[in-house]
């Protein structure tokens, strides 16, 4: 959904009350072709990420890689230090799978979880305190908020579809960003 | 888009709360005005954590002789403590990820509070390996790395386990913790004025999360891996601590009942915890929209299932010790009945099976003065369970020879009633640092806004 190169942009940030004006913008939006859209929302709401078309979310293949790593980690580990010094206790085997399979078990669900942290902070691109960013404090609190770009000949049809949906407040953004 | 479906004012978890707005109003007050008690609440924690400072300063400067511990009790007070804290930090990852699979609504209002708990309670219980080493200069042994002779820890070692568990625990339960604080911190960030030092913090920890469609959609996918992540690892932290025991041949100890038994007995420690604490902040900070009667019942009842399997569980030890018609099995649960512990045993009986028979009754599980009191018993209960479990069967081995009765020392006692002071320390800093209440996820349950409609009926 980044704007395309080349062609100047420009945005609009409209500020909504109502979960239901805020979903019927985003659908009007995309029905009439403008796809370069960011919504803001004071918590998740899965109307709206529907109505913007998500699917599945790439941090579980973090997830998943983190785990497995994880799992190898551990019982790789355990296995050759063992193997490193071999000492014979009570006739038992010197490599100890069952015994192993706990700190195994515990790196898996150890790196499991640091993948998943370190792939969800990469695919919210965060950490990210440049500041030039659209925003409104009023997000987080309880507005919902839709910001579009679109070429500078095209923003009178986005600025009338935003307005007949009622929205609380709208702001201009001559620069058009991107929507990271 | 499908109309939210419009519920009764009684089937809402919140009735009383009108607007999301309301919601960032109310919790982020509690940032801003400490009030009088909070400040004599810190003053109390200062004092238990100098008391903590004197006594373990004392064991450092004299040796670990200062200490009740001797042959044949080698864990005591302080092993009994670290399992009492390991246990309190378990209803925190319960709350926040098993009830969040369940799609428990009830879990909102609560779960960040005992989510900050678990991080506190496993940085209280991580103490205690420390002090108890004595020697705590060399706390870097504890670590898996091969001495000057190239020998590497033993891994089938339950002591080894228990290192991966504990601090695999913190790390996950601390991650938990911070990613699901950030949109709150941000929300925070965008009510605290500009230029403070307060905004500045805010600004900085809240990694400039603005809750696009792109963050809120990654962000609830990731939680929802962690906590299935974190579901297994709840139930193996306590069941690695229970091994500790277990997997050794003491008398008392060796019971393959001791995993679930000691998981059940986690969360029901931790429930309890969670309710003593919650009922001051309630009071404290006016939040009764937000923990309803509602919710403390809910609490109650999981602290009525868990306690009557512990409950169970210690009538089946007392059993299977009989049953089995060993003499050491036999003469260990004697002696925990009617021997030199019999008072402590008494306690956690009554602490923890009897009293809590009372939460049976709805009218006691909805007044909030009689939960207070009743988790208050269940909390001291619980730190009787863990001595029963290891000073008696340490004192009653196999040779009557080495037999002995261990009493704790006044430093392991300082210790002991310095560490809560540490452990309310956190706490209450973070109260008035970060949004106790988990602001985005109480704006999930309420009824969202809808458009009025257009020919509204008069009602």
């Known amino acids: 959904m980044s704007a395309a190169t080349g062609t100047a942009r420009e945005g609009l940030l409209a500020s909504y009350e109502y979960l239901d004006s805020t979903v019927d913008t985003i659908t009007e939006l995309r029905e009439k072709g403008f796809e370069e859209i960011t919504a803001f929302a004071p918590f998740p709401e899965h109307h709206i990420e529907h109505a913007l078309g998500y699917h599945h979310s790439p941090v579980r293949l973090f997830t998943l890689v983190g785990g497995l790593t994880g799992a190898a980690a551990g019982f790789a580990f355990t296995v050759f230090t063992s193997m490193d010094w071999p000492l014979v206790t009570g006739g038992k085997p010197i490599v100890a799978i069952p015994a192993y399979v706990i700190p195994a078990f515990e790196m898996t669900i150890l790196f499991g979880a640091l993948a998943t942290v370190i792939g969800v902070l990469y695919n919210m691109r965060i950490p990210d305190l440049k500041g030039d960013v659209v925003y409104d404090p009023d997000f987080s609190s309880g507005k919902f908020g839709i910001y579009v770009t679109a070429p500078p000949e095209q923003m009178g049809t986005v600025r009338s579809i935003l307005e007949t949906h009622e929205p609380t407040q709208i702001q201009t953004d001559p620069k058009g960003r991107s929507h990271g | ?459």
């Open chain 2, 1 to 459: 888009m499908a109309t939210a479906t419009e519920k009764p004012r009684g089937a809402q978890t919140h009735p009383d709360i009108r607007s999301y707005g309301e919601v960032n109003e109310d919790i982020l007050q509690m940032l801003s005005r400490p009030g009088k008690w909070w400040w004599v609440l810190l003053g109390m924690s200062i004092a238990g954590i100098g008391l903590l400072a004197f006594s373990w300063g004392n064991q450092i400067i004299n040796g670990i002789g200062v200490s009740g511990l001797n042959t044949p009790v080698g864990w005591g007070a302080y092993i009994t403590t670290f399992v009492f804290w390991v246990g309190i930090a378990h209803s925190g990852t319960l709350i926040s990820a098993v009830l969040f699979l369940f799609r428990a609504r009830w879990r909102q209002s609560i779960y960040r509070a005992a989510e900050a708990m678990t991080v506190f309670a496993v940085m209280t219980a991580g103490l205690y390996p420390l002090i108890h080493l004595g020697r705590v200069w060399h706390a870097y042994w504890l670590f898996p790395y091969p001495n000057q002779r190239l020998l590497w820890p033993n891994f089938a070692s339950p002591l080894v386990w228990d290192v991966f568990a504990v601090t695999t625990y913190f790390t996950v339960s601390s991650l938990f913790f911070l990613l699901g604080l950030i949109p709150d911190i941000a929300a925070a960030r965008d009510q605290s004025k500009v230029g403070t030092l307060r905004h500045r913090l805010y600004k900085a920890i809240s990694f400039g999360w603005r809750g696009t469609d792109r963050q809120w959609h990654h962000f609830g996918k990731a939680y929802l891996y962690l906590a299935a992540l974190a579901t297994p690892l709840v139930l193996s932290v306590h069941s690695v601590v229970s091994w500790d025991f277990a997997m050794s041949i003491v008398p008392g100890w060796t019971t393959t009942i001791f995993a679930p038994y000691f998981v059940a007995g986690a969360i029901f420690s931790g429930i309890a915890m969670v309710i003593t604490i919650l009922v001051p902040i309630r009071k404290i900070f006016g939040l009764e929209k937000y923990l309803t009667t509602k919710h403390f019942d809910a609490m109650a009842k999981l602290c009525l299932v868990t306690g009557l399997v512990v409950f169970y569980a210690y009538l089946t030890e007392f059993f299977m010790a009989w049953y089995s018609g060993k003499p050491s099995e036999r003469a260990v649960f004697w002696n925990r009945a009617f021997g030199s512990y019999w008072w402590a045993t008494w306690i956690m009986l009554t602490c923890n099976g009897i009293i809590p028979i009372m939460l049976w009754f709805k009218r006691v599980r909805y007044s909030i003065p009689a939960l207070f009191v009743i988790t208050l018993f269940i909390n001291i209960g619980m730190w009787f369970e863990r001595y029963v479990i290891i000073v008696t069967s340490l004192s009653h081995e196999y040779i009557p020879f080495a037999w002995n009765v261990y009493r704790p020392s006044l430093t392991e006692m300082g210790i002991v009633i310095g560490t809560f002071g540490w452990f309310f320390f956190w706490m209450l800093l973070f109260i008035r640092l970060l949004p106790p209440v988990a602001l985005a996820e109480i704006k999930e349950v309420l009824p969202p806004p809808m458009r009025p409609k257009k020919k509204e009926v008069a009602r």
